[in-house]
């Protein structure tokens, strides 16, 4: 049975951090690559940051870039990321999802349209706000 399960979100003022976890079971990440997602009200889920199974490499949304850092920890099997100075705009349930290697590049994982995930967590709640 393959599970990702997502956890460390939560209430955070403007300038603040969180660290999320993504922790995967059923499946080993040395061979599945790993995307964050988030979704606001309103809005349309978009790709934050991923990280490549095949070498590390990582990619981060404009948004994100310089604030929000993805890593693997193969002994946990987890992937993470680290979110720091956070924004309102920040807010919004964040997915960790996996999909079997890399299709193309790891910016192509999560910029639109969006591959086809083979498995996706519940999201953890992140909010912004003083």
């Known amino acids: 049975q393959v599970q990702l399960v997502e956890s460390g979100g939560g209430l955070v003022q403007p300038g603040g951090s969180l660290r999320l976890s993504c922790a995967a079971s059923?499946?080993?990440?040395?061979?599945?690559?790993i995307g964050w997602f988030r979704q606001a009200p309103g809005k349309e889920r978009e790709g934050v940051s991923c990280?490549?199974?095949?070498?590390?490499?990582?990619y981060s949304a404009d948004s994100v870039k310089g604030r929000f850092t993805v890593s693997r920890d193969d002994a946990k099997n987890t992937v993470y990321l680290q979110m720091n100075t956070l924004k309102p705009e920040d807010t919004a349930v964040y997915y960790c999802?996996?999909?079997?290697?890399?299709?193309?590049?790891?910016?192509?994982?999560?910029?639109?349209?969006?591959?086809?995930?083979?498995?996706w967590g519940q999201g953890t709640r992140v909010t912004v706000s003083s």
């Open positions: 999802a996996a999909i079997f290697g890399v299709i193309t590049t790891v910016q192509a994982m999560c910029v639109k349209p969006i591959p086809r995930y083979h498995y």
């Open positions: 990280i490549s199974s095949r070498d590390g490499s990582t």
């Open positions: 059923g499946i080993s990440l040395d061979y599945y690559s």
